[in-house]
């Protein structure tokens, strides 16, 4: 997966927006206020690139026994976070299948008047 696909790939998605929260390197999607997806720009440049996803504690575990490119999540917790390696080896379908969970994580944590008025979002 290339940076313009997973950026447009997070964007796409009802009630997203973009943020630096912590420096100009570390891009962040939020819903809802909430952080489902992280990823450093200057990694991407080194041709290095990963990203930090959200996973059901028992799904990260399983995810990554499978997955060489899937570890805990890098200065995240490493219960709730994965590291994704955007190498080349995991499907772009697959990853993309990886942030709907984050995504979907994230949503399902907000409040219900939240939840409401990001579904009532036109898209």
Not at 9 to 25: A, I, Q, R, T
Not at 71 to 82: E, R
Request: include cysteine; glycine fraction near 4%; charged fraction near 30%.
């Amino acid at each position: 997966m290339n940076l313009e696909t997973f950026y447009e790939y997070c964007l796409s998605k009802k009630g997203v927006s973009e943020h630096f929260p912590f420096d100009e390197d570390t891009l962040v999607f939020k819903v809802g206020g909430k952080m489902f997806a992280l990823s450093s720009l200057s990694q991407w440049e080194k041709n290095e690139q990963s990203v930090n996803l959200k996973c059901d504690p028992d799904r990260a575990e399983e995810l990554r026994a499978e997955y060489d490119e899937i570890k805990p999540g890098f200065h995240m917790s490493k219960v709730h976070w994965n590291t994704v390696a955007l190498n080349g080896n995991l499907p772009d379908k697959f990853v993309k299948e990886l942030i709907d969970h984050s995504y979907e994580l994230v949503f399902k944590s907000l409040t219900k008047k939240i939840q409401n008025e990001i579904t009532e979002l036109e898209n």
